[in-house]
């Protein structure tokens, strides 16, 4: 790497990146970033030309998502930094590490109401994990050393950058710092050895135990650590929908998700249990229902890296500060021997039992006669089927989404993205694509509905100029669904301003942008098309599927009830 | 339950926002505030009275340490602690009531910082309940005025 030699700010920006392994940025020009776009037009980083910069963080929190690295943003002052808002937000309510550079008017200006100014460090400052305005080019490299590191450690999330026109402008010594020292941020990743004990203890006099794991597992990428875990003690497990793939989809202890639309099992054993294990999760109130009636007979084991998800929402019994990789691997160290496990395991077998029937009796299911119109949840069961469970696959919000979560089975991790925190209509094709730039030779698919989909559907136009055939599968029920169902259920059949009958023809849509299209009515046509959709790899595909408009997701529990209290099919 | 917590932030552009934020944008509530440089420039220390139970606290000290700003957080409520606050109060005067509130505020033991024909100024400091307590004996007599600065905390050396 170039060292002591005196640079511009712009190209120690650049420089900064390659310091960092950064392969690939996503962005959008403007007047103040011209001094960085001339540096970045000699290579050597690959940029991504977005429609929207709420799409280019949506596509780095896909890329971040699927590859682990850290997503990186580079938009321009004023309404290029407002419009990073929402992908913002969203990350930083999954957790998702991001750096995102944001360019500002000239230092001289600020806080004169100058052209495209806004106070965008102000502006996010409650959806970061931390941001920075810079303010003397001497501590850029410092100040981008640490967003790097703060981005990717402890609990990851987005930290936001912003960076004066004068400051890309000026010049200075480049040296980049090989260490960071931020004496007020020290995260705790090793488990407390004492409570570590305990919470085995406790796990192990239980006769109900659950596991249930959030999206932290993921993070910390433990899926192993935790599978191994629950097999060595035949724990049932549930994951939240942020902890999808966390945990085989396939595996018999896999009880499904939980919550709002998880699974009978899942529920029923989360409210019976005595033992309920939190891993990486934080009690959500779409997972947890009714606050009061929350696994009211459980001791709680809570191990999570973040002390304020600790008894933020539920009382936790044992908490353990760290990382849950460390904290797994360090209880699957401390585990009795083989006899005393195989004791456990048969003293638990009636409860497992127990959670079999309920699984058998009521399991995920809708209308498969296969008559009248499609039926959504046949179009996610045919594209497991025919992408062997191996595709990555991304949603946008909604029923969408739901269906998505509960009729593919993920296997892996880092393969299931979505809004979970936050809710993103429009996240879907955005992440899809950056995921797709991370494994270009993986299928990626956004299952969409007709609603999200046009809220970023200008992304098409980025997929096909980088050839990525991203396949945008749109459950069309010509509604925006899930508000659809609550007003069915909740509200007199009033649908009140949730039909979409105005839409475009997705087909001529996708031809016109140079993108595949096709069109399905008839659910014998479903599994052909599909198939050729999956050969298509130079450029995107949107298929619309006209799926049945009044279907529903369930099992759900109405909001404000008690997650045991479901309304089944 | 009143809590008095000290908070050691780094003296950087935006601390003051990032705290008074933490607190808004979650619903805690602020009764006062206060921040200045410690003896190292690069430290502010910012002294906050808050209410709620311990589940509330518990949330308010894991929110502010979570921030990357935050150095240190001490809650000095179940320790023993010094509190002060200075007020300055603009009382009315009359020819009548002025040696009952000169004796008044001598027994708080005050100063009088300003006299014009109408109104004395006054400065008082102490605890909280101190400055409550000689706002509430002088309001009959006309308070025009009050300026507090919110309580300062700092811990009792151990003896
Ligand atoms: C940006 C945004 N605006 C509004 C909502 C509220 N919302 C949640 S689901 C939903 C309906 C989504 O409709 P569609 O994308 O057609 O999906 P469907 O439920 O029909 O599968 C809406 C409006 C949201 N989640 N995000």
């Keep these: 790497m170039t060292k002591n030699k005196t640079m511009t700010g712009a190209e120690i920006f650049i420089q900064c990146l390659i310091a960092e392994e950064v392969k690939t940025i996503f962005g959008f020009p403007g007047g103040v970033l011209l001094p960085v776009y001339d540096v970045l037009y000699d290579g050597p980083i690959e940029h991504i030309l977005v429609r929207h910069e709420q799409g280019a963080v949506h596509m780095a929190d896909g890329y971040a998502r699927v590859s682990g690295k850290p997503g990186v943003v580079l938009v321009t002052s004023g309404p290029g930094a407002t ?32 052209f495209q100014e806004a106070d965008i460090v102000g502006i996010t400052r409650p959806c970061t994990k931390h941001n920075y305005l810079v303010k003397d080019i001497k501590d850029l490299t410092k100040i981008i050393k640490e967003a790097f590191y703060i981005a990717t450690t402890g609990r990851p999330g987005p930290v936001l950058v912003d960076i004066p026109k004068d400051i ?61 875990f629950s097999e060595k003690l035949g724990l049932p497990t549930t994951t939240t929908l942020m902890g999808l793939g966390g945990f085989p989809g396939t595996h018999p202890l896999h009880m499904g998700m939980l919550g709002m639309h998880g699974t009978y099992a899942a529920n029923m054993a989360v409210t019976d249990t005595d033992c309920l294990i939190a891993i990486g999760s934080r009690f959500d109130d779409r997972v947890t229902g009714k606050i ?48 005393e496990l195989k004791k456990f395991r048969k003293g638990i077998s009636e409860w497992s039992g127990e959670i079999q029937k309920w699984s058998t009796e009521h399991s995920l299911t809708y209308d498969r006669s296969g008559k009248g119109n499609i039926k959504p949840q046949y179009v996610i069961e045919k594209l497991y089927e025919l992408t062997k469970g191996d595709a990555i696959i991304t949603t946008e919000v909604g029923q969408n989404q739901m269906w998505a979560a509960q009729f593919y089975k993920f296997d892996k991790p880092r393969t299931f993205l979505t809004s979970g925190g936050l809710g993103t209509m429009g996240y879907g094709l955005p992440a899809a694509i950056g995921a797709q730039i991370a494994f270009p030779r993986k299928t990626v698919i956004d299952i969409a509905g007709d609603g999200s989909i046009q809220m970023n559907i200008q992304e098409i136009a980025t997929a096909v100029q980088y050839r990525l055939p991203v396949i945008v599968a749109i459950l069309n029920n010509m509604v925006l669904g899930m508000v659809r169902q609550w007003q069915e259920l909740f509200y007199d059949k009033r649908y009140s301003h949730t039909c979409m009958s105005v839409a475009p023809d997705f087909v001529k849509l996708a031809e016109s942008y140079g993108a595949a299209g096709f069109k399905v009515t008839e659910q014998e046509d479903v599994e052909k098309v599909i198939k050729s959709a999956l050969k298509i790899k130079d450029r995107p595909i949107i298929i619309d599927f006209r799926v049945e408009p009044f279907e529903g997701v369930y099992p759900m529990v109405p909001a404000g009830q008690p997650i045991n209290k479901m309304l089944l099919v | 339950m009143r809590h008095t917590i000290s908070v050691f932030v780094t003296n950087e552009f935006g ?16 009764e006062s505030l206060t921040v200045a440089e410690t003896m190292d420039p690069e430290i502010s220390r910012m002294t906050i009275i808050t209410r709620g139970n311990d589940k509330i606290l518990e949330q308010i000290t894991k929110q502010l340490n979570k921030l990357i700003s935050v150095i240190k957080v001490h809650d000095f409520t179940n320790e023993k602690h010094i509190e002060r606050e200075l007020a300055m109060i603009k009382v009315s005067h009359k020819t009548e009531n002025r040696a009952e509130i000169l004796s008044i505020v001598e027994i708080f033991r005050g100063r009088i910082l300003d ?19 000689i706002t509430e004996i002088l309001r009959p007599f006309g308070i025009k005025e009050i300026a507090r600065t919110g309580s300062l905390v700092i811990g009792r050396s151990p003896k």
């Design chain 2, 15 to 30: 601390v003051l926002s990032r705290i008074s934020g933490l607190f808004s944008g979650r619903g805690f509530n602020i």
């Design chain 1, 168 to 228: 890309f402008t000026g010049t200075t010594v480049f040296n980049y710092p090989d260490k960071v020292s931020i004496p007020s941020y020290q995260p705790t990743y090793k488990g407390h050895p004492g409570q570590v004990k305990k919470a085995l203890d406790f796990i192990l006099k239980s006769k109900r135990p659950v596991v249930y794991a959030g999206g932290g597992v993921l993070l910390s990428d433990a899926s192993k650590e935790l599978t191994k």
């Design chain 1, 292 to 339: 009061a009636e929350f696994a009211p007979y459980a001791g709680v084991v809570h191990i999570d890296i973040d002390p304020t998800s600790i008894s933020k929402n539920v009382k936790v019994d044992i908490p353990i500060v760290g990382d849950v990789k460390k904290v797994l691997k360090e209880m699957i160290t401390a585990l009795p021997k083989a006899a």
């Design chain 1, 83 to 114: 419009n990073t808002v929402t992908g913002i937000a969203t990350a930083y309510m999954d957790s998702i590490p991001m750096v995102v550079f944001t360019g500002q008017v000239p230092t001289a200006l600020i806080g004169n109401d100058a």
């Design chain 2, 115 to 133: 006299i014009s024909p109408k109104s004395y100024t006054i400065e008082i400091t102490g605890a909280c309940e101190k400055i409550e307590a």
